[in-house]
């Protein structure tokens, strides 16, 4: 997703949100780091941010991005939701 140096940290988590960040990696394929880095991205805006650099090289018209944002969102808030596994 992102070709940036990574630095590894030390968070401090609720037990519920970590057992449901440890079940949507073992959903997804991912691993945990990549799963909480996602939702970081998300809640930052960082995802949208890229939305709006896509749709320079796009074209695509400023509805059809927004729309395209609001879809990413439901699908991260559905994924979020979720019942853990």
């Not at 073992?26 to 749709?55: K, M, P």
């Amino acid at each position: 997703m992102n070709d940036m140096a990574k630095q590894k940290t030390t968070l401090y988590l609720d037990e519920e949100v970590l057992r449901r960040t440890a079940a949507a990696a073992a959903g997804s394929g991912r691993d945990e780091s990549e799963v909480v880095e996602d939702a970081l991205r998300r809640y930052l805006g960082l995802e949208v941010d890229q939305v709006w650099a896509r749709n320079a090289e796009s074209a695509l018209g400023p509805d059809e991005a927004l729309a395209l944002a609001y879809a990413e969102l439901d699908a991260f808030r559905a994924e979020r939701d979720a019942p853990a596994a």
